[in-house]
């Protein structure tokens, strides 16, 4: 019994060890999200904006620029997929790998060829494991992404867009990233960034209705794309990368909270039968001293005769 006492008195100190580590974490997520969550306020009104402003130059001019074209035969596309470069965050990067597997599939069901390129280590390891092959991939700012990370993501993204697709170009660029919902919900989406659909994104751009203003346009409006849409794709892919980083932590924020509180039962249950065998003990030793006394007064009363 004292063996099981101490075995349950170690467990209870290794448990109490995690559950300080867990509760310490869930305390730097939340705080971290606040953050996250003003920056992706912050970027929400420059994204929406330019969105506007390069509809209302596809629709205002008779312009077929590569970027806003759709191809007749779309042979390749390009998916982008935010995961995390930490893992201790439930199901939040599997979550969204699963969702560009879905997207992969559908998109060779079309008859698409698929480059994928991947942001976090998560999903880095996840390719490289199953021996897949990734296009390109970016590391290390998953939980604090800056609009210098955004602009080296969409710098090959928008070079490969650019391209034929007989020299290695892409007709399509889709997006998988983990959308900000609130604290408790976060979930993995999908979605085209180019080319632009001019009916989903004037919707997106204001209200049902809402006529665009026209403009005329100096030099030309292909001049004027070409200045646009770089931009439009890297504050898209900036806007994506705050939206993970906020899920990114109130997901780590949501599983460490649960591990802590599952530390808890456990250091409760360990308690009760650490007590429970310390008792045991006592009942033992209680024992042995009244069987002691009684043969020793047995012994007593037998030499008296």
């Known amino acids: 019994m004292g063996a ?121 390891a996840y390719y490289g494991f199953r021996e897949l092959t990734l296009a390109d991939s970016w590391t290390g700012f998953t939980d604090n992404p800056s609009y210098a990370d955004a602009k080296e993501i969409a710098a090959p993204l928008i070079e490969a867009i650019g391209k034929d697709t007989a020299e290695g170009g892409v007709d399509e660029l889709h997006i998988v990233f983990t959308e900000f919902v609130s604290m408790l919900t976060q979930t993995p989406v999908d979605g085209r960034l180019l080319p632009l659909s001019l009916g989903a994104a004037g919707a997106g751009g204001g209200g049902k209705g809402e006529l665009l203003p026209l403009f005329d346009f100096e030099p030309s409006a292909e001049d004027v794309l070409d200045a646009l849409l770089p931009r439009y794709v890297e504050s898209r892919i900036y806007n994506a990368l705050l939206q993970a980083a906020a899920s990114e932590h109130a997901s780590r924020r949501k599983a460490m909270k649960s591990a802590t509180d599952n530390a808890g039962e456990l250091i409760n249950t360990y308690t009760r039968l650490a007590n429970a065998a310390r008792q045991a003990d006592i009942t033992q030793e209680i024992s042995e001293i009244v069987g002691g006394a009684s043969a020793l007064a047995d012994a007593t009363a037998g030499s008296d005769y």
């Open 4 to 124: 099981q006492l101490r075995v349950y008195k170690r467990r209870i100190k290794s448990v109490t060890a995690t559950k300080k580590i867990t509760k310490a974490m869930e305390m730097i997520s939340a705080s971290r999200i606040v953050k996250a969550q003003r920056k992706v306020a912050a970027s929400t009104p420059y994204a929406t904006e330019l969105t506007r402003a390069v509809t209302a130059v596809a629709t205002g001019s008779n312009t077929k620029h590569p970027l806003t074209t759709e191809a007749e035969s779309p042979a390749r596309a390009a998916v982008l997929l935010l995961t995390s470069d930490r893992g201790l965050a439930g199901g939040y990067s599997s979550n969204a790998i699963k969702t560009a597997a879905r997207l992969t599939e559908r998109l060779r069901g079309e008859g698409k060829e698929v480059d994928t390129y991947v942001v976090g280590r998560k999903g880095v």
